[in-house]
């Protein structure tokens, strides 16, 4: 099956530490080998992101999936970061900035919070969804397609306690994976 | 009259190019010399916090401002990273993290595209409010009492290009910390 051209960018601010978004690029790597997979905090360990090479990779890409766990309801700082540096007005959005304009944007996220949590009734007060317009108005700017989400919540550093519960994360970890990559495989074919 | 103590976190990332978020903390230590101002681009260019420093300020306060420009419809990078290394577990929340019950929180915050484009017609597709979510779902899991927020639109760095354009942005943005401080005299008396 021929997949569009696929650029990952990982925007966890210490990978080494993490098991679900580890395991989810691992499993990413292994089956979708075509995809390209950035690793910010190996590249920009200090935060200076390298704007030209940045924007290179987003230029080649057909889909831009970030990948990140969910930290204060956001992504992490560093993926912010890359965006603020990357997306800039005559590139991604502005009169002349088209460059964007018709990549479809996938979101692959992690909470370490239950999925349960994330409702109207539950601990959070809000549904996952949400969470997500800055992504949506982002895409709106940047002529961007929102092209959906995979979500896997439950997978807290609290909660590794013995290798058993570690196992069980890696586990959902790499299911997440397969179901972004039945998505990727949706929409490459739109 | 007596104010509450007071502390106003700066997340602009570099206020020395900054028009509105500049003038609204100038006119604040001019208006509020009570406050704690901490301006995150002087203290933290590196992105890297000083935890156990920023811990004392949070301790100190009963009120804490978050003022910033929105990039992305979300904080700047460098707020967002003040947040994730700050607010820890154990601190801020967790079974035995308490240390920032009762306290307020006010988002001051401004956006360069006029105010008018925040709507569901509008070109961002959604109101200002549905972008507020996560700061409010914080407040919930820290125990905070989240205080309502401050906000001025139009005040992009686009729109400079004359005098009296950028003392029209200096005018609004005095206006704005007139009503910030408003709602903080406001709320220091609940």
Redesign the interface.
Known sequence: MNMKNILIISGH?DLAASVANKTILETLNERLPEAEIVKLDELYP??KIDVEAEQQKLLRADIIVLQFPV????????L??W??ET?R?GFSH?STGDKLKGKKLVLSFTTGAPEAMYSREG????TID??L??Y???C??CQMEFSGYVYTGGVS??NRTSPELIEQQKSVSEKHALRLIELLEKISHR
Chains 1, 2 share one sequence.
């Open positions: 601010t200090d935060f930290f204060w309801y956001s992504a992490p700082s560093l912010e970061r965006m603020e997306f007005h502005g601990a959070m007060g809000y949400e969470f317009p800055c949506k108005a982002t709106r700017l550093y609290g």
